[in-house]
């Protein structure tokens, strides 16, 4: 037989295993004996930006919705295979979004009038040879593509980068800490912890270009892709003595 003076009522036995489950996630904290310091960091690296994507569309109209989306899907398979005889491969052309929408007429003191239908069909594509971009997005408009937005630059394989841009920020931080400890007649002892946010800085997000299908051949459009800054920002706890 069981003591009845053993047993818990529920609520106080589970205030007692939340407590229990809290101390066991409780993390120690290092002790200080000395002075602690905070101090944050950036460290940075630039690099030449390897891909370039943007948005292709055709955006067409027509008195039906049918003839407006077949309009469009007639244009868009030209557009797409244009990207692909440029060497553009499947993997880097990914439908972005389809709309079809009706067009009205507004009138005072009357209801809206249908008067058309606007089809539109927009793809991500990735362009990784960048000095062929400008010459495709005219061979695109040349094959019906009305609707560009573009470019946006970015490193495929930043990883390394990003590790050049953590060792800098934690130099900056300790030289940093290292100022501040000699200014207050101390030294560095050691690092308590660190933190670590990431980020960069891209080029401003372009206007979109509204591009006629009738283009003249002259110059390429020119892409400049420019440098791309990565960077690592770091809180970093110092203990001094």
């Known amino acids: 037989?069981?003591?009845?003076?053993h047993i818990l009522p529920l609520?106080?036995?589970?205030?007692i295993l939340a407590a229990t489950q809290a101390d066991a996630q409780t993390v120690a904290q290092p002790v200080i004996n000395g002075t602690r310091l905070d101090v944050s960091a950036e460290g940075s690296v630039s690099r030449a930006p390897d891909i370039a994507t943007i948005s292709a569309g055709v955006v067409t109209q027509a008195p039906t919705a049918a003839a407006a989306m077949q309009d469009n899907a007639t244009r868009m398979t030209k557009t797409i295979a244009a990207l692909k005889a440029a060497g553009v491969v499947d993997r880097d052309i990914q439908t972005a979004s389809l709309n079809l929408s009706p067009q009205y007429r507004y009138a005072e003191n009357k209801a809206p009038e249908v008067t058309g239908y606007q089809a539109s069909n927009q793809v991500s594509v990735r362009f990784r040879d960048i000095r062929k971009a400008g010459k495709i997005l005219d061979t695109l408009v040349a094959q019906g593509a009305n609707q560009?937005?573009?470019p946006?630059?970015?490193?495929?394989?930043?990883?390394?980068?990003?590790?050049?841009a953590r060792v800098a920020a934690i130099r900056t931080a300790r030289s940093?800490?290292?100022?501040y400890a000699q200014a207050a007649g101390l030294k560095v002892k050691r690092i308590i912890s660190i933190s670590e946010s990431q980020g960069y800085a891209p080029p401003p997000y372009p206007v979109p270009m509204m591009m006629s299908a009738r283009?003249?051949?002259?110059?390429?459009t020119a892409i400049e892709p420019g440098e791309q800054k990565l960077t690592v920002n770091v809180a970093v706890s110092f203990e001094l003595e």
């Open 152 to 164: 946006v630059f970015s490193v495929e394989k930043a990883d390394a980068a990003i590790d050049e």
């Open 148 to 150: 560009i937005n573009g």
């Open 1 to 5: 037989m069981i003591s009845k003076s």
């Open 215 to 220: 283009v003249e051949k002259a110059a390429d």
């Open 11 to 15: 609520p106080l036995a589970g205030l």
């Open 176 to 179: 940093r800490a290292d100022l």
